[in-house]
């Protein structure tokens, strides 16, 4: 498992500076009994950092959201670039992913219902990656749940569907890769499989490591600032 330590000691002014304290932390760190425990934001839970960074249901459409696109983007760019299906070699953060890429080998879709023969419900992937020479064809989903989740985070929604794509898009195998890393950095075991068997380098760890990080402090400033 990688060290976040470091690049989190130089990151801490993202955290600190101009934000002001948490309900939580009002009430039990600077011992003011009568403050309001409950989230500012959706007023249902209690308001620690693993409600505001990963729970709160007022934050998901719109800031968790976001974060994921970060991690999301990176896998994108980084097998599109593997594949030659583009020459943008602009940041992580600046890039836009196409629907839909393609050439004579590869194709590649960002978050594309595939149509099936009988209803699936789980039909969208987050992204989907086509080897048209050996017929293979990888779905990839993505998280970013609270780090005591990470152990049990397993995304296999979409083995109804890998099923069904080899018999209509007439593949050898469909294989459903997760890429799975912690709200606060944290990376399980299989991140490496799964960044192996999609023929990444082993370093793209740090880009999904960083982009994470810094999506999480994002949302911790804006919600402490938040009136």
């Known amino acids: 498992m990688a060290d976040k330590r470091g690049f989190v000691r130089q990151n801490r002014g993202l955290f600190n500076s101009n934000t002001g304290p948490s309900h939580t932390n009002k009430k039990y760190i600077l011992k003011q009994p009568d403050t309001e425990e409950l989230c500012k934001r959706c007023g249902e839970e209690s308001e620690t950092i693993q409600h505001i960074t990963a729970a709160c249901e007022q934050l998901a459409p719109t800031e968790y959201v976001k974060r ?21 070699k602009s940041p992580y ?21 595939i149509l099936t023969e009988k209803t699936i419900i789980f ?3 987050d992204i989907t990656f086509m080897n048209q020479k050996t017929k293979n064809t990888f779905l990839i989903d993505i998280a970013a749940p609270n780090t005591h989740n990470l152990a049990k985070t397993i995304i296999n929604n979409y083995q109804e569907l890998a099923n069904e794509i ?8 469909a294989q459903v ?9 944290a990376i399980p075991k299989s991140l490496s499989q799964s960044l192996t068997r999609l023929n990444l380098h082993l370093n793209t760890y740090i880009h999904l490591q960083k982009s994470v990080i810094l999506g999480t402090c994002s949302i911790v400033r804006n919600f402490l600032n938040y009136k």
């Open 68 to 88: 994921y696109d970060g991690l999301a983007k990176i896998i994108h760019q980084k097998l599109a670039e593997a594949a030659e299906l583009i020459d943008d």
């Open 93 to 113: 953060y600046k890039y836009t992913p196409a629907s839909v890429l393609e050439n004579e080998n590869f194709k590649l879709y960002w978050n594309h219902s």
């Open 123 to 125: 039909n969208q992937p």
């Open 166 to 173: 080899c018999a209509i898009w007439k593949q050898k195998a």
């Open 177 to 185: 890769i997760s890429i799975v890393i912690s709200f606060a950095g």
